[in-house]
């Protein structure tokens, strides 16, 4: 069983995260799900040997609620700028220094950032300290940087100490 499944989280993970893409749980979507949960762990277990250490995962309800909050908020926002003048939006690239270090973490984080509409992970520093962050519309990047690291990766060190 431990063959086929390396990594149950990441297979639950990415199970879930494709039927949340599509946004159907119609017969077809639920099987490339199951094939992408069992394929997707396989491959990832060939490309890198460091295996996910789990801690507490008391902070996962509560991100999963923010992460939610956050991905409806920012809906609603960028919907209220598309539809504004051209001329409020500010998008702009941030580097948001990393304190996380288990890669999975910064995976999970860099997922997060990029399902919140109006943000979206570019880059991974070569090092792993530094995460390059598009925003659509960049007003305080101080502020950016903090909520990101408040909100998302310190509960993710929790999870992924």
């Known amino acids: 069983m431990k063959r086929l499944f390396p990594s149950p989280a990441m297979s639950v993970l990415t199970f879930v995260f494709w039927l949340l893409l599509v946004a159907s749980v119609k ?15 396989l491959f990832a277990a060939r490309l890198d040997r460091e295996f996910a250490r ?5 902070a996962l309800p ?6 939610a909050l956050d991905i409806v908020r920012s809906n609603i926002e960028v919907a209220r700028l598309i539809l504004g003048p051209e001329s ?3 998008p702009g690239f941030i580097w948001v220094p990393l304190d996380i270090r288990n890669i999975h973490g910064m995976a999970v984080l ?15 520093s070569p090092d792993r300290r530094h995460l390059l962050v598009h925003c659509f519309n960049l007003r305080d990047a101080d502020a950016t940087i903090a ?12 999870v992924f100490p």
């Open 27 to 41: 017969p077809g979507q639920l099987a490339i799900a199951a094939l992408l949960a069992v394929c997707m762990p």
């Open 54 to 58: 789990i801690g507490a995962l008391r």
């Open 62 to 67: 509560r991100l999963v609620a923010t992460v």
């Open 88 to 90: 409020a939006i500010t």
């Open 110 to 124: 860099t997922s997060i950032i990029t399902l919140t509409p109006g943000t979206v992970s570019a880059e991974l």
């Open 147 to 158: 909520e990101i690291k408040q909100r998302y990766e310190a509960p993710l060190m929790e």
